[in-house]
């Protein structure tokens, strides 16, 4: 079977940290660019961090550059999103999904998300 799996997320305090991971299976995610999107209630899906299939390229959005690393290990046929210095704006479910470039362009296979919640 296709999927995307993500897992990882939960409960954390600000300023705390949480690591995301999403897992293939049924496929390989070695040629495809990958990223990550969150959508908080009442907000549309943004794309959060992306990066390239094989050369490292990465991008990331304003709010969350500094704090969020994402990177792949392709071996182990998974995505990561470390995440840093959490701030109660990151609550979200963050989704990871097949993209068309680094930029986070084109968003086509999804996972089912993972919540997340930053909060005292």
């Known amino acids: 079977q296709v999927q995307l799996v993500e897992s990882g997320g939960g409960l954390v305090q600000p300023g705390g940290s949480l690591r995301l991971s999403c897992a293939a299976s049924?496929?390989?995610?070695?040629?495809?660019?990958t990223g990550w999107f969150r959508q908080a209630p009442g907000k549309e899906r943004e794309g959060v961090s992306c990066?390239?299939?094989?050369?490292?390229?990465?991008y990331y959005a304003d709010s969350v550059k500094g704090r969020f690393t994402i990177s792949r290990d392709n071996a182990k046929n998974t995505v990561y999103l470390q995440m840093n210095s959490l701030k109660p704006e990151d609550t979200a479910v963050y989704y990871c999904?097949?993209?068309?470039?680094?930029?986070?362009?084109?968003?086509?296979?999804w996972g089912r998300g993972t919540q997340v919640t930053v909060s005292s």
């Open positions: 999904a097949v993209v068309g470039s680094y930029y986070c362009t084109d968003p086509d296979y």
């Open positions: 990066i390239s299939s094989s050369d490292g390229k990465t």
């Open positions: 049924g496929f390989t995610l070695e040629p495809y660019p």
